[in-house]
């Protein structure tokens, strides 16, 4: 949960994107003015995830760092866009949102990145495509570098696990059904190993699969 002694502030920053305007939720914990520290900008991860998860970051702002997280467009209280197609969801989209929140929030000349399973492809990408000035570290939290190789590595963890398991891994979105299922157990494993699961990893999860489920759950190709 969120540190109940740090101060929190939430908004809606707007973000234009080829013409249309959308709407990024946020959550700002400590204080960006005066603030003697660079701020640390929380990337979570899916893509189709939430920021609930990533709450027990804000305890950063007891030692003066500031912590921003927001939810990623087409999920959480940001905008849902369920009819786009998948060629709309593309990395550059969500590059171009962070940027959007970063000016929003005045903090592009300096700001540290923390980015989480997806939210560290993001983060890389982010530098290598932009090579951002204001950015002065990033912290990759359980990211992954290949997807091949991600996938190789959980094809082998799976072999573990009854074989229910194992086919509703491998369906994915397909059937959210049994996919939310398989990845609880799989995610107890091999995730979070707190059962049950904290209330902010629910709220997530819930958010994809519970909520006609999250728009940014599948990104094309770059």
């Known amino acids: 949960m969120a540190n109940p002694s740090v101060p929190v502030t939430d908004g809606h920053a707007l973000f234009v994107y080829e013409g249309e305007t ?3 939720y946020f959550k700002v914990f400590g204080q960006l ?22 709450l027990p970051l804000s305890n950063l702002a007891t030692v003066g760092i500031p912590v921003i997280l927001y939810d990623q467009l087409g999920n959480g209280l940001s ?8 060629t709309f ?13 970063l000016n929003h929030l005045s903090i592009q000349d300096s700001f540290d990145i923390l980015g989480h399973s997806w939210g560290g492809i993001l983060a890389g990408e982010f530098e290598v495509r932009r090579q951002p000035v204001g950015l002065r570290h990033i912290i990759f939290s359980n990211a992954l570098a290949s997807g091949k190789l991600y ?28 996919f939310y299922a398989a990845l609880k157990v ?34 094309s190709a770059p």
């Not at 701020?39 to 991860?45: E, R």
């Open 22 to 24: 959308f709407d990024t």
């Open 186 to 219: 799989f995610y107890a494993k091999h995730c979070c190993q707190i059962q049950p699961f904290p209330q902010e990893v629910t709220a997530s999860f819930e958010a994809v699969f519970n909520e006609e489920y999250g728009d940014g759950t599948v990104l």
């Open 151 to 178: 996938g190789q590595s959980e094809r082998q963890l799976l072999q573990a696990f009854p074989k229910w398991v194992q086919e509703g891994m491998e369906l994915d979105m397909e059937d959210p059904k049994k």
């Open 89 to 101: 969801w593309t990395v550059d989209l969500f590059i171009d949102e962070l940027i959007s929140l």
């Open 79 to 86: 905008t849902h866009l369920r009819e786009k197609p998948p």
């Open 33 to 54: 003015d005066g603030r003697t520290r660079d701020p640390l900008v929380v990337l979570h991860g899916g893509p189709g995830l939430t920021h609930d998860y990533m």
